[in-house]
């Protein structure tokens, strides 16, 4: 990458920072006035105490003009667990209003009791007008432009021969991508749910994140960590999928995005004997000592996420109850191995999970 071109990326970022800076001096600070909220919302709801954590979304609601969709979504559930179904079909409207498809909701089990209801079928006449609203809401047109990111990223990268044989192409192409990106956040600031929507099925990252994961610091590509800090704090990124990006590109696990781990083996044969590993197939998380734990509780923090205790929590409470969004794809990752020696590595420093949660 030549000397000039890394400098017009480096105006281009201070010109976008220059935009954005001057809206958190007088909008809401999501980080402080939200995030705080619907985490007390989602402990009320591993209590299973739905009738509390309604009370605490709607006062989360209440403090921001955009609330996102995961959490209008895990309010409809808590209102349906509720029986309060004049709420949770406020809050399915609000779906509809960012975009996600009737499809989507039908296929959530949770709310299978309305469907027979003179409510439930009303609410589906109305959705495509609901869409409609979404639509002239939005930005349709910069949504399709950066849908267009993704698709590029993807031409060649699973195209016959993939890296091996375009990795030049491919190159420019992520060279074009962060720029045109850049560009689109100096038009219109990070795309959110406000400006592009939540996406048909709420994605957890938005499409064009790939271009934002491309840029890894051992490739020596672009840091979008002040454009992401600056888009959780404006409410138009998730905590969660900034931290996750931001390890993407770091090639850390500074903000443990990982929450859970399970290994097992290729043939469970190989990792039986005398000696069997106590830590096979089952969740575990990573032994931290109290100061590697308040240094991460203090990054987490900073960006609006719950102390790690309490994600881990979560996570392990959603493996068991499907029915909330209150863990992301990349919460737990599961391993495969080919050896004993292999899953003894994998699994050196880790303790099961539940017992680690339950003595906290």
Known sequence: MSLNYTCFRSLLLVFVLLLVRPVLATDTDYIKAYHPLVHE?????????YAAALEKYKT??????????RDYY???????????????????KQLALKGVDLAFVQKQKVFEPLYETKDWRKFEKKYPKYHRKYKRRTNQEVRAELDELYYRDRKYRFAEGG??????????????NVDMLLRTIARHGFPGEKLIGAGAAMEQ???????????????KGF????????????????????????EAQAGNRKYKTI????VACTNPKDCEGPKKLKLLDKYLVERLSTREEDKVNTLRASLGLEPL??????????????RFMLASNWSVKNYVVPSKEAAKVLTDGFIVAETALASE
């Open 60 to 69: 989360a609601f209440a403090a921001v003009p955009e609330p996102f969709a």
């Open 163 to 176: 890296l091996r044989v375009y990795a030049d192409t491919l190159r420019k192409i992520e060279d074009e």
């Open 223 to 246: 840091d979008f960590t002040p454009l992401l800090q600056e888009a959780v704090q404006q409410g138009n990124l998730t905590p969660q999928a900034a931290a996750y990006l931001m």
């Open 259 to 262: 929450a859970l781990v399970k």
């Open 205 to 219: 990252l938005p499409r064009f994140s790939i271009v934002i994961e491309r840029q890894t610091t051992a490739k």
């Open 309 to 322: 205790i309490d994600y881990r929590k979560k996570v392990l409470y959603s493996l068991q109850d499907n």
């Open 41 to 49: 919302a989602e402990l009320l709801i591993i209590n299973k105490d």
């Open 74 to 92: 895990n309010a409809a559930v808590c209102a349906t667990l509720s029986e309060d179904k004049k709420q949770t079909f406020d809050y399915l």
